[in-house]
């Protein structure tokens, strides 16, 4: 069975069923969800975008990857900023000609997600399109103040990075490459939110973002919103087995976190945190500089740029 | 100058500049927004989407309708709870060779939207796409306890509708066949969203629900989650100069409001609200009832579908 067979009204009720949360207030199916934010918290409030032949190709994009990684660089930037991720809503396009079971397979990601992020679909909207189009928007908590912002980054700062880098753009090339399994396609297709690193270093920490454009774009983010200069040493880098120098330096959608502090563990909630390099003072631009051996360069964010992209 | 030229990263700087404000702990710029809801608060969550080609076509909907509109649906539906719109995130994906006067002439409506409702832009995403989708998420507050759902319609309560109905669907008619302006050409390019009247009658109202999908189809939904039969008057009916009775009856993007209640007075906040009929038991579907002279017929949810429409 098509889309355009069931119905949007259809849809909706077959998304409700299957998300039906009766510790809400109000969930899907109203105008709008009515959810609760405990007293004391500020809400941490986001959104990221899938589109299709863009973010992911049909034909090797399965379709429960997709639901599940739409609901996941959410978590990471509600983690990214020390929060609790909560309720998300999710906006769907899509051709009508599109089979059923890709829908159920999809929301079968966004149910896994929901199941190990502890997070809740509460509502949404669905239209025709060309192509398909995901957007999640997501809501969380954090202590009022506590908030870990790109901009806080100090000098004389720890620069840490959690897990690996490189393996979700190694994961793609090896997907386009008609490989089907292995650590690096599994990055790609269900990357690791840290969002409970994010919450467990939030006091320790100075600045936080995650890395979804790659390391040198992310880095770079941190030093120009902090004003200061931000030195990494390649021979530190933690690469994914197999990922060459450009995967690990550029490569996006890693969803590890970047965290400047004065001093952190080497592993948090069984996450490994690796000491990449230190913030120093600007010497004139802020930027991100790499040492390789005896030489020091200046690392240009290369990281991906949705509309000069081919 | 054309999107790709002027690429993602200054894009956002772009709009960050536009829709700087000072009185958020966080806004545009960082992995997600910090704001705030104030105390005895509940949060109310919704999302709305808008595709090229389904809900705008380039040539007849300028760029400002075009982002003025995203923002004002959500403000309709976070009002159709009784609640008061607060902040929004914006997604949207366009081709890389749209040029960057459409982009400003957008996010010009998307400000003419911030000034009138009172909300603020926090944050969103952006990426390339061969069509353009637009898709807002909003958080209001509403005190806790105090939303108005669809399901609260109770027998003897009377049926309201605020405003005109039929506008809409008759301005995009006009728009089509060539007309530039006029009022129903205005209704459906620049919606008036009835929040501050959802506002003003959560109290005494029991049940609530914008027009998005036409009268015919959003009568419906109250009728089947409250479990009753809606019992309406064509003679009642508060038409748009000009508009058929199918697009009163049936059209859609009204964004007036359904309101079930014992009694409202005639006008709220300077809006006219019109009595078109009463909830009554139902005998066996839940459903709407038209009284036509002396006959009475079941009214068919004939509403807007986004998978089956042509």
Not at 1 to 20: C, K, S, V, Y
Not at 203 to 212: E, G, L, R
Request: hydrophobic residues 40%.
């Amino acid at each position: 069975m098509r889309l355009r067979d069931l119905g949007e009204g259809n849809l909706i009720d077959r998304i409700r069923d299957r998300f039906q949360n009766s510790k809400l207030p109000v969930g899907i199916g109203d105008d709008a969800a009515i959810v609760d934010v405990p007293p004391g918290h500020s809400l941490v409030f986001c959104s990221d975008l899938l589109v299709e032949s863009k973010h992911f190709v049909r034909e090797i994009h399965p379709a429960d990857s997709i639901g599940y990684k739409a609901v996941a660089v959410n978590v990471s930037d509600v983690g990214a900023m020390g929060g609790v991720p909560m309720y998300f809503v999710v906006s769907l396009a899509a051709p009508g000609d599109l089979e059923i079971a890709w829908f159920d397979l999809f929301y079968s990601g966004v149910k896994e997600a929901c199941d190990k992020f502890g997070v809740a679909l509460v509502g949404g909207d669905t239209s025709s399109a060309r192509d398909i189009f995901v957007d999640v928007s997501m809501v969380g908590r954090v202590p009022q103040g506590g908030a870990v912002l790109r901009s806080g980054a100090r000098v004389g700062d720890k620069i840490y990075v959690t897990g690996t880098l490189g393996g979700s753009t190694l994961g793609l090339e090896l997907l386009r490459a008609g490989k089907k399994d292995g650590r690096a396609i599994e990055r790609h297709l269900h990357p690791e939110p840290r969002h409970r690193v994010g919450v467990a270093v939030s006091k320790q920490s100075h600045a936080m973002t995650d890395i979804s454009d790659g390391l040198s774009t992310d880095l770079t983010h941190i030093a120009l919103s902090s004003g200061v200069t931000a030195r990494i040493y390649k021979d530190r880098l933690p690469a994914e087995m197999g990922a060459s120098e450009a995967q690990v330096l550029h490569g996006g959608e890693e969803y590890e976190l970047i965290i400047t502090a004065t001093e952190l563990p080497a592993s948090i909630e069984g996450v490994t945190l690796t000491c990449i390099g230190e913030i120093i003072p600007s010497a004139k631009d802020h930027q991100v500089l790499l040492v390789d051996g005896s030489t020091e360069s200046v690392l240009r964010p290369r990281g991906w740029d949705h509309f000069k992209a081919k």
